[in-house]
């Protein structure tokens, strides 16, 4: 039988479709057996790795469990269980109890859902176990869109023991503190006392260098006044007839021409303005020795902390009339002040520096020379510089000048305190005292305070 063209096509076409969809469904079976392989093998190791999780979790030492929003547990691990006394399996699903730990994660938990915008919280846990107080670090995170949240915590016994101990050390540390510094206030106290004692000290043995020739300022002026005072006795004694003459309540002829007589006599023109001349120089006699007996009054009495401000000006002219008999004999002094502003220093200890400065510079001179006196401003401070042409200071000495109990006088005539303490009352108000020396030509003494405010 002949086939005809268009019965052959169809009968060429149906393998050829069969074996194309045998090829498919050959490759949809491979794809799917790998698919199948992959999930297995996916299957396997959420399985180990979940075995793994499991394990660590039941085996570390801290809290690990998940809780419902209302208070169920999902999950706990085998540590939490054991700080209940139970089983983990026996907890899952079950309502939160009240024991201490428990009851206090409830009261977190319905605070920690009360706020929303918080998705992660850490807070401290402390309960008693054992009688034994036991305290948590615990980290607080929700999910399942806020229907759930799992706590993990950590033991900080330890922690909170050395902190506890660091405490202790640290109240005891306190304490010791406290104690020394008492101690050491009451030292400081007693340091200031001496150093007050000192300078009081100093103060009165510059006055015994000085006595003598105090002595002698005080002896001019007093020796005037008592002459003063002989001769204005003496016309007393010529002026006591007339006196008595006088206060009778009769006069004769004869006692009118003695009184009248004896006024000639006593040559009456000069005698009125001898007496007004001989009171005018006692009352500046007296005014001297007051003035005299006020500085050192002034120079010797302590510090009171009323006046904590000087002037330059005053305080040097002060201290030149102190020791004015020490200096006025074979020392001319000059003087440039132009510094006005008030010192941060009492005028009581600048007078002390003074005259130890200045004391030094009259014995630094043998014969005759001269002492400068020089105060300025600049920067804030008050400068003075004292300079002489003495004979100067020897080179391997100038640096312990300031050092207690020093002196290059002979034996008797210096304590060795004087400039130790000049120097530590400068450095008490912020200052330097500095020097300035060549052997056989003079020192300059450079002496700076700050000023007031």
């Known amino acids: ?71 169920r547990y999902i999950e706990v691990n085998n540590f939490f269980s054991c700080l209940l006394n139970n089983h983990a399996e026996a907890l899952v699903g079950e309502k939160m109890g009240q024991t ?62 050395y902190q506890h101990g660091l405490e202790k050390l640290n109240h005891r540390l306190d304490s010791q503190v406290q104690t020394r510094t008492n101690e050491l206030s009451a030292n400081d106290e007693k340091l200031k006392q001496t150093q007050s004692q000192l300078m009081q000290s100093e103060k009165l043995a510059s006055i015994g260098t000085m006595a003598a020739g105090i002595a002698h300022e005080l002896n001019n002026p007093i020796g005037f006044i008592q002459s003063n005072l002989n001769l204005l006795n003496d016309y007393f004694e010529k002026l006591q007839p007339i006196l008595a003459l006088i206060r009778s309540d009769q006069w004769t002829a004869e006692q ?9 006599d006593l040559n009456w023109e000069y005698l009125l303005p001898d007496i007004e001349a001989i009171l005018h120089e006692s009352c500046v006699g007296t005014e001297r020795v007051t003035e005299i007996v006020n500085n050192m009054k ?21 201290t030149l009339k102190l020791c004015h008999n020490d200096i006025k004999y074979h020392c001319h ?41 020089h105060a300025f401003e600049r920067n804030g401070f008050c400068y003075i510089e004292i300079r002489d042409n003495g004979h100067g200071i020897p080179s391997d000495k100038i640096d312990c000048i300031f050092d207690p109990f020093f002196t290059t006088k002979p034996v008797g005539e210096g304590t060795g305190l004087g400039l130790f303490v000049s120097h530590g009352i400068v450095q008490k108000h912020g200052g330097e005292l500095s020097v300035k020396s060549q052997p056989g030509k003079g020192s300059c003494f450079t002496l700076s305070l700050p000023l007031a405010n």
């Open 333 to 373: 002094v000059r003087q440039k002040i132009t510094a006005k502003r008030d010192i941060q220093c009492p005028p009581g200890e600048l007078n002390q520096i003074l005259l130890n400065l200045l004391t030094n510079a009259a014995h630094a001179i043998q014969a005759e020379g001269e002492i400068s006196i």
């Open 298 to 318: 002034n120079f010797s009495r302590s510090e009171d902390g009323t006046q904590k401000t000087c002037v330059a000006k005053s305080c040097i002219r002060d």
């Open 256 to 264: 009118l021409s003695h009184v009248k007589n004896s006024i000639q």
């Open 100 to 161: 201490a730990i428990e009851k206090t994660l409830t009261a977190f938990i319905h605070d920690f859902f009360k706020r929303p915008q918080s998705l992660t919280e850490t807070f401290e846990l402390s309960f008693i176990q054992d009688d034994e107080p036991q305290y948590y670090i615990i980290t607080a995170h929700k999910y399942d869109d806020q229907h759930a949240l799992s706590l993990v915590g950590q033991n900080i016994n330890t922690q909170k023991h």
């Open 1 to 71: 039988m002949q086939l005809i063209p268009s019965q052959m096509g169809i009968q060429n076409t149906v393998p050829q479709k069969m074996h194309n969809d045998s090829e498919i469904v050959q490759q949809l079976n491979a794809l799917l057996k790998n698919e199948i392989d992959n999930r297995v093998t996916l299957t396997r190791r959420l399985t180990k790795m979940q075995a793994m999780t499991d394990a660590t979790v039941n085996s570390v030492p801290w809290i690990v469990v998940w809780i419902s929003a209302d208070c």
